[in-house]
């Protein structure tokens, strides 16, 4: 028990700037291992920002609330997933093939093609959550955040990565049946939970739009790059959060 605390934990500090002492946690075993709660901790983030939501509504119209919300989120993880999203476009639109497109997204300067893409994925939250009503928008960010670290564990469990070397080469050479079931079980637990709240086929309307981002996206990347990076992870994220609130606004309308 002791050791998946540490696990946890580590799992906290690499998605997240919230402060974890970890000066006595970290292995390589145990970093390896963290896949296995990042869908955990995508809930535990989305339970914090919809908190946030939740009391800036009591005070402020929805509009402006929402806004200093997804603003407090980019805080709280430190536009982690949002970067990778950008790097990610930045390759592909500007490498002319497998080799230019990884040295581009290893550039940490921003291009054409990813600020495009970060302006229309903020503004895609924006629009999608808007459309919902206090209490959808509340479910929504939880499970959003839970269910979009899925996706990308399940790109790390079905692909190969892309680079011969890089800090999610160790994790995808180690991803165990534990963590996979660890992760799925977080899944199951969190759509039963939004199926207090909201109509269950909301829901599965809501995963028909995060699976087609978190394939659309793949197919952005994996013919180019013949596998997976960090940054493409964050863009797999990015695309079923957005996936899936779309699916939400969609099942409404």
């Given at each position: 028990?002791?050791?998946?605390?540490?696990?946890?934990?580590?799992?906290?500090?690499?998605?997240?700037?919230?402060?974890?002492?970890?000066?006595?946690?970290?292995?390589?075993?145990?970093?390896n291992a963290t896949p296995r709660y990042y869908p955990l901790?995508?809930?535990?983030?989305?339970?914090?920002?919809?908190?946030?939501?939740?009391?800036?509504?009591?005070?402020?119209?929805?509009?402006?609330?929402?806004?200093?919300?997804?603003?407090?989120?980019?805080?709280?993880?430190?536009?982690?997933?949002?970067?990778?999203?950008?790097?990610?476009?930045?390759?592909?639109?500007?490498?002319?093939?497998?080799?230019?497109?990884?040295?581009?997204?290893?550039?940490?300067?921003?291009?054409?093609?990813?600020?495009?893409?970060?302006?229309?994925?903020?503004?895609?939250?924006?629009?999608?959550?808007?459309?919902?009503?206090?209490?959808?928008?509340?479910?929504?960010?939880?499970?959003?955040?839970?269910?979009?670290?899925?996706?990308?564990?399940?790109?790390?469990?079905?692909?190969?990565?892309?680079r011969a070397e890089g800090k999610a080469k160790p994790?995808?050479?180690?991803?165990?049946?534990?963590?996979?079931?660890?992760?799925?079980?977080?899944?199951?637990?969190?759509?039963?939970?939004?199926?207090?709240?909201?109509?269950?086929?909301?829901?599965?309307?809501?995963?028909?739009?995060?699976?087609?981002?978190?394939?659309?996206?793949?197919?952005?990347?994996?013919?180019?790059?013949?596998?997976?990076?960090?940054?493409?992870?964050?863009?797999?994220?990015?695309?079923?959060?957005?996936?899936?609130?779309?699916?939400?606004?969609?099942?409404?309308?």
């Open positions: 028990m002791r050791n998946e605390v540490a696990i946890f934990l580590l799992s906290v500090q690499f998605l997240t700037r919230l402060p974890v002492p970890a000066s006595d946690l970290y292995s390589p075993e145990r970093l901790v995508g809930g535990l983030l989305g339970a914090m920002i919809a908190a946030t939501f939740w009391g800036l509504s009591l005070v402020l119209p929805t509009s402006l609330a929402l806004v200093l919300t997804m603003a407090i989120g980019l805080l709280l993880t430190g536009a982690f997933h949002e970067d990778g999203l950008a790097d990610t476009f930045d390759g592909i639109g500007g490498g002319r093939d497998r080799n230019t497109a990884l040295t581009i997204m290893k550039d940490s300067r921003l291009g054409t093609y990813g600020t495009a893409a970060l302006v229309m994925a903020l503004a895609l939250k924006f629009a999608s959550l808007i459309a919902l009503p206090d209490l959808w928008v509340i479910v929504a960010l939880i499970s959003g955040q839970c269910l979009s670290r899925l996706s990308s564990v399940l790109v790390i469990a079905t692909s190969r990565y892309a994790v995808a050479e180690t991803l165990s049946g534990f963590s996979l079931m660890v992760v799925i079980l977080t899944g199951i637990v969190t759509v039963t939970a939004a199926a207090f709240f909201l109509p269950l086929s909301s829901i599965g309307v809501g995963l028909v739009g995060a699976t087609a981002g978190h394939i659309g996206m793949r197919l952005l990347f994996e013919r180019k790059l013949g596998g997976y990076t960090g940054d493409t992870l964050g863009a797999v994220q990015q695309a079923s959060e957005i996936g899936f609130y779309l699916g939400l606004v969609a099942w409404l309308s």
